[in-house]
């Protein structure tokens, strides 16, 4: 087989990588791809950008692509999997009008309360009925939305009435383009996040190995959000009465929601949830493709065959499958840009990388480009270092070992990825 990975970050790396370890699997292409991906045995880059789909069409016929998997959120919004199934071509991933889980979050607060599936309070605004006196009605702190995709930076926590009007205002007014032309104001939730991805068609679904991720910055969860400064797997706190309460309360109900409005759901389903000290598990949001970072760690997991999962979802087989797992656990820990994430810089020279392939564990590539014979920085999260271990802990200090090799100018990370999971251990 041939296959066509789309994207160029660190989980299209994972994704690449995975792929290539398939027997079915003779060659895989990843448009646009990275530097390491460039470097993958069996893997070769496209110049072709994620969102360009009459190029990524053009390019799975010239390659003769059997199989296209798209990873990130844009090209899915976009209607890439409608595009190629009119040209008869096989993708794996959900329709346009089901990616709107991800592309609107209005849509998805609507479809959520429509479904009575568990989440935020909330209220939508736009520019036309923004309501102050709505906000400073609220209890603090807020959450500000941006409704659109913007990068993994339109949700903002302001622990100001004040805070949550500027914010709200800049958002309106074009801070993220079009994808704050609406914005969501919801109530803060407290608890622990978790990450629960399951690979769906229709009404089937396999649940993968449970995931948390780091959100925030800095050390301790503060600092700024950012699309995710790591992630381990397994997350402790999805236990098995958990596990079957996530699949109960959110995950069907989801599935047969979408199915019901005619948007029958195929691809990855990434749901972002805040368990709250009840055990309600309440949806912070919907993904409608892998996470990143975790894919990096869940990926270092998965023993079965991944081309495998994917034709059976898009076969309507998948309850067929018996998807086996490392009983070791997985940490990845995102080494990112100076300025992440807020201007950040780019075409720093990365050492060490030959130093840490030596190492146990894996380090992902996510924003690098090839520059000469140098492997230099080109993103604002750069490298994902993954190690696997006996207990979480063991995982952390084997990506650590990894991380502590590798250096360019200003690289910012955490000290503390996995914290929470150590602690129960």
Known sequence: MQILIVGGGGREHALAWKCAQSPRVRHVFVAPGNAG????????????????????LRAAGDKNIDLTIVGPE???????????????????????????????????????????????????????????HYVRAQRLPLVVKADGLAAGKGVVIC???????????????????????????????????????VVASDS?????????????????????????????????IVTPPLHRRIMREVIEPTLQGLAADGNPYLGFLYAGLMIAPDGTPNVLEFNCRFGDPETQPVL??????????????????????????DSRAA?????????????YRKGDPIGGLEAAALLPGKVFHGGTRIQGTQIVTAGGR?????????????????????VHDI???????????????????
């Open 37 to 56: 991906t460039a470097l993958e045995p069996n893997v070769s880059n496209l110049d072709i950008a994620a969102d360009d789909i009459d190029g990524l």
């Open 74 to 132: 844009a090209p899915l919004v976009a209607g890439i999997v409608d595009r190629f199934a009119a040209a008869g071509r096989r993708c794996f991933g959900p329709s346009r009008d089901a990616a709107r889980l991800e592309g609107s979050k209005a849509f998805t607060k609507d479809f959520l309360e429509r479904h009575r599936i568990p989440t935020a309070s909330f209220a939508t605004f736009t520019a036309a009925n923004f309501d102050e």
């Open 159 to 197: 622990e100001t009435h004040e805070s949550a009007i500027a914010t709200s205002r800049e958002m309106i007014e074009g801070k993220f383009g079009a994808a704050g032309n609406t914005i969501v104001i919801e109530e803060f939730l407290q608890g622990e996040e978790v990450s629960f991805i």
């Open 204 to 236: 089937q679904v396999i649940p993968l190995a449970t995931s948390q991720d780091h959100k925030r910055r800095d050390d301790g969860d503060k600092g700024p959000n950012t699309g995710g400064m790591g992630a381990y797997s397994p997350a402790p």
């Open 300 to 325: 270092m997991r998965l023993q079965s065959d991944l081309i495998d999962l994917c034709e059976a979802a898009i076969d309507g087989t998948l309850e067929r499958l018996d998807v086996r797992w």
């Open 331 to 343: 940490l990845g820990v995102v080494m990112a840009a100076g300025g992440y994430p807020d201007a």
């Open 382 to 402: 750069v490298l994902c270092a993954v190690g696997l271990g006996d207990s979480v802990r063991a995982a952390q200090r084997q990506a650590y070992d990894l």
């Open 407 to 425: 250096h360019w100018n200003l690289v910012q990370y955490r000290l503390d990825i996995g914290y929470r999971a150590i602690e129960r251990e």
